[in-house]
């Protein structure tokens, strides 16, 4: 079983063994929101409990957010009550969901929940879902780690993937990381060319 597979989710789901788990999203998310208006279109791939989504459709954006895990699903559409239409089960590397575009991506453990040779084809369907113009923003993990998942990447790396179709337009440190994340992460925004 491997972290590619949604069986290994849902068990972790199950066994509420979800350190990444944050019920209240980072107070620079939070400030991100309140300085970008009108919104748009915004998407949420690997939502798990779906605390941003509804940030996200607070703030006015007309908001999606899938996960592969039942588990995850079932515990989003719980906590998101009256908003629980926001989620969805989908696999985000399948094109044939029929997304469509987004003006903002939000990535929070995402990235490093994958393994590193997935991070090419993450790169390239971030780059086919987000508008020109539009920004993948969130937090990405740096750092070295015993058991992934998650697995760390380097900024190079991030680079690598990203520069393609995308320009860095914040880099920041995160003041309120869970300490699974704790001076490991960083938050950014990358503006789609």
């Known amino acids: 079983m491997t972290e590619f597979d949604a069986t290994f989710w849902d068990q972790r789901y199950a066994a509420d063994r979800i350190p990444w788990d944050q019920p209240k999203p980072c107070r620079i998310f939070t400030d991100f929101l309140n300085r970008h208006r009108p919104a748009g279109r915004a998407f949420v791939p690997a939502c798990g409990s779906g605390y941003e989504l509804c940030a996200l459709h607070e703030a006015g954006w007309e908001t999606l957010g899938i996960d592969f895990s039942r ?11 009256p908003l629980a239409s926001l989620v969805r089960s ?7 969901l029929g997304l469509g575009h987004f003006d903002l991506v939000y990535e929070r ?6 393994s590193p040779e997935m991070r090419q084809a993450y790169g390239q369907r971030m780059a086919e879902l987000i508008t020109p113009g539009g920004v993948l923003c969130g937090f990405f993990f740096f750092g070295p780690e015993d058991e992934p998942p998650p697995h760390p990447i380097s900024d190079a790396e991030l680079r690598r993937i990203l520069e393609i179709g995308f320009v860095q337009v914040e880099d920041k440190a995160v003041p309120d990381s869970l300490p699974l994340f704790a001076g490991k992460e960083r938050w950014q925004v990358w503006r789609r060319k």
């Open 71 to 81: 588990a995850a699903i079932a515990r989003a559409k719980k906590i998101l009550g």
């Open 90 to 96: 989908g696999d985000f590397f399948t094109p044939a």
């Open 109 to 114: 453990t995402f990235l490093c929940a994958l």
